[in-house]
């Protein structure tokens, strides 16, 4: 369909979903969509946290918004990571205000990654990669 469309460099978005929901079967989509298809994949990830029950219950008893806020980025930091060290090609951030804070771990993670590749014979050949212009 995408291609009788005119779609000719498609992403898949494996449709990220809460904790206790199939967030598992979420990222394992990474793995088996990049292999069967062969295709870029990845995803809103956040919504893994941001959904998650047991998190909207246990923030609430913090009195700031600030001390939510550190109980919470933890999470949704990590819903990020996971996918990413799986091979997820784009990670949506979200919400928008939560980039400053996602972006450094995404960024770690991917120079850890490069390293390894390095440490394998590979070549990191995108001149913009992190670790060609943080470490």
């Not at 990830?45 to 008893?61: E, F, L, R, V």
């Not at 090609?89 to 960024?107: D, K």
Request: charged share 20%; proline share 6%; aromatic share 8%.
């Amino acid at each position: 369909i995408a291609k009788d469309c005119g779609i000719t460099k498609p992403l898949v978005d494996v449709a990220a979903t809460p904790l206790g929901a199939g967030a598992g079967s979420s990222i394992r989509a990474v793995i088996a969509v990049k292999g069967h298809f062969g295709l870029p994949v990845g995803g809103g990830y956040h919504n893994m946290a941001s959904a998650w029950d047991w998190m909207k219950t246990y923030k609430k008893q913090f009195e700031t918004k600030e001390q939510r806020k550190a109980i919470y980025m933890p999470s949704d930091i990590g819903t990020n990571l996971v996918p990413q060290i799986l091979g997820s090609n784009f990670q949506l951030f979200g919400p928008i205000e939560n980039t400053n804070t996602v972006f450094p771990a995404t960024a770690m993670t991917d120079i850890i990654l490069a390293e390894n590749a390095k440490e394998l014979g590979l070549e990191i050949e995108d001149e913009n990669h992190p670790i060609n212009k943080l470490v």
